[in-house]
């Protein structure tokens, strides 16, 4: 008795497809054989030939340069670094002419080395006056002169810019006693200044280093050869 389909019966093969298959299956043909003995090669494809080679899968090498038997370079070796330069300590501090001034005349002031060195240190306005002549009038070629005579009136500058200074604190404060006590400072200082210079020690006031390369710079002497 065949069964009845339902509206929900979606199964689109035949009942009888399974039947039928199996009564319509040929068995005539051979049977599948069993293969006996050991596997031989047939053949070795370009494919397999290269993986056989260690080399023919290398990065690209230059063959013009490089055997090909030669291994490649591995990327790991370190890299060499050349010597790094030996520290070379900075230099001693400049320690302007320390040599003794000569008896020698300077040009253009016709004045011996050792005077004309000396005597921009003189205390109170004689020795700043010195200063702004030798300027004025030595030469270039005169390095130890035009050196002194720059530092002797940066010196004489700054003494008399804190003597005014000074005073005006005093003059308010009605006490001259600082005033007094730096004057007699400052003058002892231009007597040791000249004292230094005369014996050829070096004589070099750092914090006035850049007042005085200006002012040795700036002022042009009247004959500049």
Known sequence: MESKKSKYDTN???PDFVKNAEAGR???GPETQEVTGATREIGSSANEDARRNIYSEAPT???DTVSPDAPYPSIFVP???SQPTPYQPP???YQPFEQRPTH???AGISLPEKWAMVLPYAPAYLGLVVALIEL???PRKEPKVRFHAAQALALHLVIIVVQAFLGVVGAITDNRFGGNLFGTAATIFLIVSMFRVWKGRPHHIAPLGDLTQWFNGHIDPKNKS
Do not use: G
């Open 61 to 63: 090498r230059r063959y």
């Open 104 to 106: 020698r005349s300077v």
């Open 79 to 81: 890299p060499t670094y």
């Open 26 to 28: 040929d068995n005539s």
């Open 136 to 138: 004025f009038l030595v």
């Open 12 to 14: 689109p093969l035949d």
């Open 91 to 93: 230099p001693a501090p």
